[in-house]
């Protein structure tokens, strides 16, 4: 039962790290919300980086997809544990350059909790 639900949010997480990677294209203002201060809302350059981002959470998001149809229930979960270093990253690199604790915490450090308690539910399944 614990697994069924782990694999589930597992998915969800896939789905929401692809949803976001998309925006990053269609939607690039909401880059703002990452929680890097004085992030621009504009600008070639600017567009260019939220492109790179935007085609890797993608990729991270399909690698969830992989993982979880063609993999075991042990590797979706060794792979939610390494795939959560990414928000813990985010998390230290909003804290680094001054940008809101809530951003942080918030939604980088709470992604990386809910992603560590797929991977342990996984992992002892």
Do not use: C
């Not at 692809?18 to 890097?36: E, K, L, N, R």
């Not at 621009?40 to 260019?48: D, I, K, L, V």
């Not at 075991?72 to 939610?80: A, N």
């Amino acid at each position: 039962m614990l697994t069924n639900i782990a694999t589930v949010l597992a998915g969800l997480i896939g789905a929401g790290v692809i949803f976001m990677g998309t925006s990053f294209f269609w939607a690039p203002q909401a880059a703002v919300g990452f929680g890097i201060p004085d992030t621009p809302a504009e600008g070639r350059t600017f567009h260019a980086w939220l492109s790179v981002k935007g085609v890797r959470d993608i990729a991270s998001g399909v690698f969830i997809f992989i993982v979880l149809i063609g993999g075991t229930t042990h590797l979706l979960g060794w792979f939610m544990l390494a795939a959560s270093a990414i928000p813990v990253g985010d998390a230290v690199i909003v804290l680094r350059n001054n940008g809101p604790k809530a951003a942080a915490y918030g939604v980088h450090g709470a992604t990386a909790v809910v992603m560590l308690a797929i991977s342990a539910l996984l992992l002892i399944a």
